[in-house]
């Protein structure tokens, strides 16, 4: 009589090598073998390795993050058949915790290379850097990053259910598309398949090869499925509807985050973290019909970190470059504009443009489109949570600039 | 003893031609003379017409917006000369309210038709439609858009101080380059100096005839002095920090909203009205230094209406458009497609996609930058509150598709 | 086409006095006569004077509230005929907005003398002391407590339906008996009825005469129709569902406050004015059996003054009076050692006893009911928001004693 | 190098008898040995049973809390020496989780029969009732009161630093006072110390009989250390600042709850759990002098579950109690009041009065003070979050009355 402790659908052992844990993989395919069934209905936990499967430490050196592999990532736990689940279905995700693993109450963010990765800022900060960050309890602080301390809102990077042949077969072809046409460009603009250190969880070597073949990178999230979509909001008491595109759904999850900032701007810019989600599953029969649905949708939970409206500092950017460039209505060159404007602000105390760059892609701040049609300028903001700062850092207060040592960096 | 009734810094005739009105004008430039004198620290009352001037009606034809003469927006109050203003300081504005003018108790939401003025989603919805909101206290509510009410955050679109002639010098040279680099599109992308239909308050013939060659008009914002920000959270109790580039700051404000939604879509989408707002203006002296301000920063007021998190239903868009084509980690477009993403959802009540397009204008919705950074998709997201509706639109809720009768459409 | 200018269902002259408007009266009674009628439905106007019907000035000295005459309070607008309203009906009554009067922008919080009025804490502070309050907009601040400034969250401390005779009678008896039973207690502990000073609107004499012996006091609030409940968050988009109890309801409003903390400590505590309130009424046929109602309910607006959570300090008190007395699970006991803590605390800063009094009996307090089971202690708390206050309060945070000056006090 | 694994101050085993376990004790005395130190400025996990020590089942009966032996209560954790706090220092106590035990996901509420225990409404509701509540990460539900789930504000009922011999001796006094002089009274009105099962953790067996002679029962909390408040806000991430009245202050921590509402009217009314807590511990030396304190203060956390202000119904009750008579100014007759008007309007749905009591003690209800100086009648408030429940409960919506079960009764 009475719940017993939740069912583990996973755990995951982080002494080994994830590329031998069988209830892992780094690619989206429906070809992959389920690792489990859950029941229409049921609650389980599933416990998730950090999106680069440790190839980060807890130190003070940021070698790690500038030689980071990334055809290994990201490592998702799944999938996970769902009973019932049919494609034109909706699988509605109640997220009913995430937590950190216990004996791991740490977590990292940050800035790749330029070369390796790079990031929403990589012209300006070409230089990989690293942010270690304690956990403790709700709280979370970090010494490379002294006088700020903030709870999490703590969620999945990526959830989604696993994609049809087409679906897949339409990613494939219009990201390939994209790289041709963008051929000119300086920099890598998406990523093919790549069959380098594949992970298909069980599945056979040659099954595993087709995959390496045809499967998707987790990186970016795509609108079919959702995937790896980066939204700090879904966090704990969120519910989220996922459309079905194959039997069982084929349900993955991974890359958990403690913190993000909207936007996650250095890339590797959550605070990345192992840890154990607890879900409940629910099958909404024919619900992409019914809700009019092409891409996910969600209800966020009632326990959001609140500070008050008035406990934030807003900054504004705008379609016009860094060099004073006018764009045509570019949302992207206003964010990015953005948050230079909050960079800015902050070095007033002390700190360095990189762990400026590291906090504001892991804080709670709030990244708003403000306006979007009056030509040619978009207008965006970064809202920056003031209670985060042991001091005070409103515009009226005094300043006093202090030594806030440094983030990790490579030894170059 | 004890406060006297605040001063009016300008009062409005709605009776008279906008036009007519040595208090307004509809450009930026230096060299507009002054209307007025404010002290530093003093709290005065500003009134302001609608951005039109006057133009739109109501009444239930869309024939007004269809045919609206954008040479004559916006119509602004000011510019007022701030005592001990300078360039290199920041001029502090604390909006201590904002109210519609008492015997104009309601407002539009207009979408523009595409050859004229357009907006973003003009490529779906290019017909003009208009929308009328009813002001009830707090509350609005529309005959063209039955079923929702809601409070309203109440705002200017449009506050700033002049630039100086090098700043202005900029903006001209910048935006007519993109005009330049994209004669090939099919679209307007910027709005170039317009002689035609000036106002420049008192200013002389020949004066005027220069500030209409010279003159930036009032779309878009510019991150050098705040302008047309179109940011729906400037409300009753916020404070904005603006760039000062001219003696006496020359403050101007306008465009008054009594709702908007983030990025204000329809372009005239938010419920524009005529108005009265409270400021209290302070200098804060070599405040751009000393804030490392390259644009305006803001801070919420406290009392902006609010839903719990759970109450809102959120939409995602990623850099796919809606013809199946790769974006480079385009925000805007992900934004187009998370706002087609609502109207469909919308769609399921009984709502035109005009209604809807509407609706999501002028609403108090969320819009975020959720992520930026996973190559090639951005993914934006826009909250929907489900306490505006009168009916439940959450998902799991039965659904009844009524008749919602129809927006206000042009006579075609 | 299209709304007007909302009605006024009355409008109040301050020049006059009071006890000669026929839409004010002071009393509560079935026979006074209505002042107007207003349809089910409708949205209206409401002008009040305050309640002291302008016994108090904006001045530096308490000599006002020492001599304050409450034969005269309160003065309350009404009562209207609500057309439809029946006995066993409820009235809805949606508070869409309240402001001050415009020519009268500040209000008054009063401590009463010991013997004149008295208040929560007149063992204490019994001499009478008063401070003024500015309203720019949003906002208040006052001369004689500076340091502190907060929106307001408006509201009328007093409005219900008329009592029936049955209704009334209750009341008398009941009331009466108390005061025979508490005849040893050297305080007066209710207010019977009294022929002095009665306004009953239009009344004429003889009836005014009858009244006046049977007309219950507007202090204080009443089970069976709310009355003078001084609710802090009736406040802008609350609504009130009341009982009603005779043919046309019979509807008064008044004592409006710009603000106060919950509890009203002072007893004259709120800001009190004179100001608006638009009100939507709507009639539930026989609501008091279907919702079970034997006193109002409410539902508080959107738009309430946030601060987040973190930014209170909360106070206990326990059922442990000032002498060290163990009171059996009293939570007034417990509601007034809270009310001290608060004081003690904030002396630190520089502030007098009075001028703490009087804030915490204006200002946004939060005041808890925390645990009242565990005898004999009940436990209550009080929430203090640090944002009102331009320095920093928190426990942590260094103090700075500093002059506060004082608050008006009586002459002697 | 990075956080390890925090340490565990104390780990229960549910296995045992809570008697024989060494770091548990039930009384409050300045004698009883410390179970282990902390450092100043040191995070721990301690964890704590249930407040009865396992005494209540996971079954459908009420026999347990029928016969509960509350001689035994409450079991707290502790006390711990914290190193360098003395007397008149303040203990600042940070509580940055709370969580149920991972094989125990299941907590009670139950009400107590009037002759054990009672209740704040026991006059009406006599009989031992109990409700289960089954833990799916932050929410709760229970198979005995359907139709509800929420988010919980999980926290310690009790935490406190022990008495020093003076201070237990003025509990001691003035509750026997208490007794003594409420002697008439038919019911128990405070509880003198009980030499039965007394546990005094590693005190000798003469020490131990001492304490149970002298030692404060763990009802009430009181005014000089805090302990059973029953502070519902006391949750993650909030800040408790302690008075010490003993060398190392020896603090002691218990009672956990998933979720209460203001007053846990029922008595045995929050959700009760066996959990662990992580705290951090800080000494403010001189603390109590620094901030004036005579009672403890503390700062709430950012992550209470939040609904909109309007999101909640509010109950008004006087100081009239439900035979009719009036009370002087009596907030605990008035928050009886409050408290039936809030079952009176949920029956409508189904529920039994005793299932609404249940609710009502444990749900995240708001119980405010409104207004206390408006002689005779004190006016409390209780607001009830309409989005626990998962049908529309606002007054407007239609009703349907449907088979709501039963919670578990005894077998009598």
């Not at 409940?280 to 996910?296: D, I, T, Y």
């Not at 500070?307 to 470059?321: K, L, M």
Request: hydrophobic share 35%; aromatic share 8%.
């Amino acid at each position: 009589m009475g719940l017993k402790e939740l069912r583990y659908a996973a755990k995951v052992d982080l002494t080994k090598d994830p590329a031998a844990l069988p209830y892992l993989h780094n690619r989206w395919h429906p070809d992959i073998p389920n690792c489990g069934t859950i029941k229409n209905g049921e609650v389980v936990k599933i416990e998730c390795v950090d999106w680069t499967g440790g190839q980060i430490g807890n130190n003070d050196s940021a070698d790690d993050v500038k030689n980071v592999d990334l055809t290994k990532v990201h490592y998702l736990t799944g999938p996970f058949e769902i009973e019932t689940a049919e494609p034109g279905d909706v699988l509605v995700v109640e997220i009913q915790d995430v937590q950190p693993l216990q004996d791991q109450p740490w977590g990292f963010t940050g800035i790749f290379a330029k070369e390796n990765g790079g990031g929403f800022l990589d012209d300006m900060y070409p230089k990989a850097a690293k942010a270690i960050w304690d956990f403790e309890g709700i709280f979370c602080s970090s010494r490379h990053i002294p006088g700020v301390r903030f709870a999490g809102l703590i969620h999945p990077g990526i959830l989604g259910c696993a994609p049809s042949p087409e679906v897949l077969s339409i990613w494939n072809k219009r990201e390939s598309e994209l790289i041709t046409s963008c051929s000119h460009m300086e920099r890598v603009v998406a990523l093919a398949p790549q069959p380098v250190n594949v992970h298909a969880g069980t599945a056979s070597e040659d099954l595993k090869s087709r995959i390496g073949q045809e499967g998707a990178r987790t990186i970016p999230g795509r609108p079919e499925h959702g995937g790896n979509c980066d939204i700090k909001n879904l966090s704990r008491g969120s519910k989220v509807y996922l459309p079905v595109h194959v039997p069982g759904a084929k349900f993955s999850v991974g890359d958990l985050h403690f913190s993000q900032g909207d936007g996650e701007i250095s890339f590797c810019g959550a605070i990345e973290m192992a840890g154990c989600i607890t879900i409940k599953f629910s099958v909404m029969k024919n619900g992409m019909a019914e809700l009019g649905m092409k891409s996910p949708i969600y209800i966020p939970g009632p326990v959001e970190p609140q500070f008050g409206p008035g406990r934030y500092i807003y900054f504004e950017g705008f379609s016009v470059d860094e060099n004073g460039k006018q764009h045509y209505m570019d949302a992207t060159v206003a964010y990015r504009q953005t948050s230079l404007r909050c960079i800015e602000y902050l070095r007033r105390y002390g700190y360095s443009d990189y762990q400026i760059y590291l906090l504001l892609s892991c804080a709670p701040v709030q990244g708003h489109i403000a306006g979007i049609v009056d030509i040619p300028n978009a207008c965006t903001t970064m809202g920056l949570p003031m209670d985060i700062f042991d001091f005070d850092i409103s515009p009226g207060a005094p300043v006093k600039k202090i030594d806030m040592g440094t983030c990790a960096f490579a030894s170059d």
